[in-house]
Every structure is written in structure tokens, then in C-alpha cells.
T-cell receptor
């Protein structure tokens, strides 16, 4: 079964450093997403991406965050200057269409900011 | 705005017993409802979803859920728990006009032998 793959599975970074989390969505999917889950809290929507632009973003997704689809397969989340509170599990996801379609999630990238 | 409340952060059942995980939602537009499961060290896997049509939906691994608009609920059930069902379960809501999933806090299901 096709799956969303994420790298790295775990990253430790110093506060203030830039981090790039990488994702390979399912190949025929058109919509891409990032969600995050801070330890002990809910899974939260960060951003959705379609047709090479952001279609929706949450309040969490401020200027420190950016997303990019640099080629035909990868989808990246960049955190420009990490803060301690960015420590979380980051999930990449994709779907074929937007409305009611199944959103498939990757296994997550666990980011620890020290 | 949409929101999801999952009653019970931890549920413990005996193997073979009924599993009932509760989910209530709030939505100003007709909702789409989802249950995801997360096994340890794995991603979120879709169990089942309701978009339109039949209000009783069946999913993988013997789970089912019923959309009850009058109660704003979408509870997840399974007649007979198996040890392999031990995981964390997330209820989520979206709607036909957007693609953002709003998740509940999750319920950890423990199955006792």
C-alpha cells in the first residue's frame, strides 16, 4: 500500500537553529499537509498546500515556518529559528482531493529543541 | 469553528469485551467525521470515516461508528476487543468546504487479558 514517508524520524537541534523536515507524499496525491503534536496535547493542523501554494494555514504557522515542494516528490517544512516550544512530533500527510477524502499520514518526525 | 471532545483519555477493557470510545463534535456546517488509530511508534491510520449517506459506517479491524446528528456524536465501537487493538484513537472533524482536520485529544485503549 502506498504510504507517506518522513525523514528524519527523530532530530535534536539547538535553539535558534534552522530545521528542515522532509516528506514524500503518496505519488498521485495533490494536497499536502503538516500537522504537529506537542507531547500530551492534541494533533494540530499547521498548513495545507495545493498547486504549489499554501491553501490554508493555522495561527501556529507564523513567519518562522515555511513549506516548499522543491521537486515533484518532496514536500518540506522549514522552521527558521527553532524555539523550545517547537519540540513536537510533526506529521506530514497527503490526500487525493480536498473534501472528505482520506488524509494519509506519515509516521512522524520527532523534533527536540534543546 | 469546529471542535472535538473525546470523553475519557484512557479506556481499559478486557479481551473479548465491547469497546466503546466516545466522540462528540461541534460544527456550524455539516461535518465530515473520522477515526484514526495510532499504534506505538507509528503514524496515524484511518479506521473509518463518515462524509454523507449511511450513518453507520464500518471500518477496518471490525470497528464501526455511527453518526448521530441529534446528539452531535460519532462514537466508535467494536463488539469484541482484541489485544492488538491496544493503541491511541483519535476522533477528527472536517467539512466539505475545507481540508483541515480538527482532532480530539485522543483516547488510549488498553486491552487486558
Amino acid at each position: 500500500e502506498p504510504e507517506v514517508t518522513q525523514t528524519p524520524s527523530h532530530q535534536v537541534t539547538q535553539m535558534g537553529q534552522e530545521v528542515i523536515l522532509r516528506c514524500v507524499p503518496i505519488s498521485n496525491h495533490l494536497y499536502f499537509y503538516w500537522y504537529r503534536q506537542i507531547l500530551g496535547q492534541k494533533v494540530e493542523f499547521l498548513v495545507s498546500f495545493y498547486n504549489n501554494e499554501i491553501s490554508e494555514k493555522s495561527e501556529i504557522f507564523d513567519d518562522q515556518f515555511s513549506v516548499e515542494r522543491p521537486d515533484g516528490s518532496n514536500f518540506t517544512l522549514k522552521i527558521r529559528s527553532t524555539k523550545l516550544e517547537d519540540s513536537a512530533m510533526y506529521f506530514c500527510a497527503s490526500s487525493e482531493e480536498v473534501s472528505g477524502n482520506t488524509i494519509y499520514f506519515g509516521e512522524g518526525s520527532w523534533l527536540t529543541v534543546v | 469553528a469546529q471542535s472535538v471532545t473525546q470523553l475519557g483519555s484512557h479506556v481499559s477493557v478486557s479481551e473479548g469485551a465491547l469497546v466503546l470510545l466516545r466522540c462528540n463534535y461541534s460544527s456550524s456546517v455539516p461535518p465530515y467525521l473520522f477515526w484514526y488509530v495510532q499504534y506505538p511508534n507509528q503514524g496515524l491510520q484511518l479506521l473509518l470515516k463518515y462524509t454523507t449517506g449511511a450513518t453507520l459506517v464500518k471500518g477496518i479491524n471490525g470497528f464501526e461508528a455511527e453518526f448521530k446528528k441529534s446528539e452531535t456524536s460519532f462514537h466508535l465501537t467494536k463488539p469484541s476487543a482484541h489485544m492488538s487493538d491496544a493503541a491511541e484513537y483519535f476522533c477528527a472533524v472536517s467539512h466539505q468546504y475545507g481540508n483541515k482536520l480538527v482532532f480530539g485529544a485522543g483516547t488510549i485503549l488498553r486491552v487486558k487479558s
